[in-house]
């Protein structure tokens, strides 16, 4: 079975500063996908970033970057001149495309960018 | 584009009543995923649906059950409420061809309460 975990329910950060959230995931698979998500207040989950596990290199996008570490199974995101509209839950996600596309989230993270 | 639209966004039912929550798919989009999130707790999936089979179930009673419509909607009942079915419910929907979570999209939920 595929479990997620993320041991930080709660974070802060100041305004322009950098955070990172944990993330550590279990599987005995070898292809998937991993994502994090972000849900605001409006509570649509929004796709923040995607990894895929056969790749060596760390996805960015733009202010957001991952450190995948395969062999560890963890998966930590990288907010980088944190804006006050990222403050949001933040979920971590595994995705093992067989039998089908179906998510595996952690708890979620919460985290509040402070002026 | 219209996203994934849920109905209604919040719903009140007491214990032992049926609730009904209905789910529009993005237009081209053959799969309909619905997911539960407790308080506290990150998604769970629920249900699969997909050119109107069933296709996976997560851990749940069968009390939960839903359909897949010819145009691809979806609806998630759930008979002889409990207190603890008190969630936001979210649908997602995804082409069935879709690699890895791309184009995979979730609506802004239903919020059900059960007193």
């Known amino acids: 079975a595929q479990t997620v975990t993320q041991s930080q329910p709660e974070m802060s950060v100041q305004e322009a500063e950098t955070v990172t959230l944990s993330c550590t995931y279990d599987?005995?698979?070898?292809?998937?996908?991993l994502f994090w998500y972000k849900q605001p207040p409006s509570r649509q989950m929004i796709l923040v970033i995607r990894?895929?596990?056969?790749?060596?290199q760390n996805a960015t996008e733009n202010r957001f970057s991952v450190n995948f570490q395969k062999a560890a199974k963890s998966f930590s995101l990288k907010i980088s001149d944190s804006q006050l509209g990222d403050t949001a839950m933040y979920f971590c996600?595994?995705?093992?495309?067989?039998?089908?596309?179906?998510?595996?989230f952690g708890t979620g993270t919460s985290l509040t960018v402070i002026p | 584009e219209a996203g994934v639209t849920q109905s209604p966004t919040h719903l009140i039912k007491t214990r032992g009543q049926q609730a009904t929550l209905r789910c529009s798919p993005i237009?081209?989009?053959?799969?309909v995923y619905w997911y539960q999130q407790a308080l506290g707790l990150g998604l769970q999936f629920l249900l699969w649906?997909?050119?109107?089979?069933?296709?996976n179930r997560g851990n749940f009673p069968p009390r939960f059950s839903g359909r897949q419509f010819p145009n691809y909607s979806s609806e998630l009942n759930v008979n002889a409420l409990e207190l603890e079915d008190s969630a936001l419910y979210l649908c997602?929907?995804?082409?069935?061809?879709?690699?890895?979570?791309?184009?995979?999209?979730f609506g802004s939920g239903t919020r059900l309460t059960v007193v």
């Open positions: 997602a929907s995804s082409l069935t061809t879709g690699p890895g979570g791309y184009g995979y999209t």
């Open positions: 599987t005995s698979e070898n292809n998937y996908y």
């Open positions: 990894q895929e596990a056969y790749k060596q």
């Open positions: 996600a595994f995705m093992n495309p067989i039998p089908g596309n179906q998510f595996y």
């Open positions: 237009s081209g989009h053959t799969s």
């Open positions: 649906y997909d050119e109107g089979e069933e296709r």
